[in-house]
């Protein structure tokens, strides 16, 4: 009686077991591979929104970094005092010092306009070192001219992502695919009593006491930024 026993328990799987362990395996294996399939692409998604955040969230901190530092200058242009802090709805341009961002520190006068770029809108700063040589223009450096309320932009034709005369000139990307870009400006404009919210700030004696701006992508949007700026006469 216990031959048979043995002989029997020696016989080892048969094919109905081994075809359902195989079954179990395949199915665990499937299971394993789905789930890291799933991971990876939620890994995927919170790093391209990560990325998408921190475009948005960089641009937001140089614009307060550079906006709180705005100097109330005034430029002899053609025999004529002509205030550099200007701005309307969509452009702005202010004089802030730069340091270690660019090669040559010192201040610069920085414009932040929108620019179309394909089939969308992007941010784009230039820069100009505030040095007779430089805004006077090169072969490779544009002439600066004075933001206007209804001027078109001069630099069409200069090439974003530059730098010019070991950094005393440079155009960069500062926002890509803009949805969202709009200033407001809040102060005391001539011949008013009041401070009070404006569209622009074009040809005023003194800054805007605030300013706020709201900007967002297409995939990200932030509250309004509001900056205080230094109060100076100019």
């Known amino acids: 009686m216990s031959i048979r026993r043995?002989?029997?328990s020696d016989r080892g799987f048969t094919l109905i077991e081994l075809l359902i362990a195989l079954a179990i395996v395949s199915l665990?294996?499937?299971m394993?591979?789905?789930g890291l399939s799933l991971g990876s692409r939620a890994w995927e998604g919170v790093d391209a929104v990560s990325e998408r955040v921190s475009e948005v969230r960089?641009?937001?901190?140089f614009l307060m970094s550079t906006l709180s530092q705005a100097r109330a200058t005034t430029l002899t242009l053609d025999a004529e005092m002509i205030s550099v802090f200007a701005g309307d709805s969509e452009r702005?341009?202010?004089v802030a010092p730069l340091s270690t961002q660019v090669g040559v520190p010192g201040l610069y006068i920085l414009r932040l306009e929108l620019v179309p770029i394909d089939q969308d809108v992007s941010l784009v700063l230039t820069r100009w070192l505030v040095h007779p040589e430089v805004l006077e223009g090169t072969d490779e450096i544009p002439t600066w001219e004075p933001l206007e309320a209804d001027s078109g932009s001069t630099l069409d034709s200069t090439p974003l992502d530059m730098d010019a005369a070991a950094g005393a000139f440079g155009r960069t990307l500062l926002l890509d695919?803009?949805?969202e870009f709009q200033i407001a400006y809040f102060g005391t404009a001539d011949?008013?009593?009041e401070p009070d919210w404006h569209e622009e700030w074009i040809g005023q004696s003194t800054m805007p006491t605030l300013l706020q701006i709201r900007m967002a992508t297409p995939a990200q949007s932030w509250p309004a930024l509001l900056v205080s700026l230094p109060v100076r006469l100019f």
């Open 92 to 94: 702005l341009e202010f």
């Open 32 to 34: 394993l591979f789905s």
């Open 191 to 193: 011949g008013e009593i």
């Open 177 to 179: 695919r803009v949805a």
């Open 6 to 8: 043995r002989v029997r």
């Open 58 to 61: 960089v641009a937001r901190d």
């Open 28 to 30: 665990i294996t499937l």
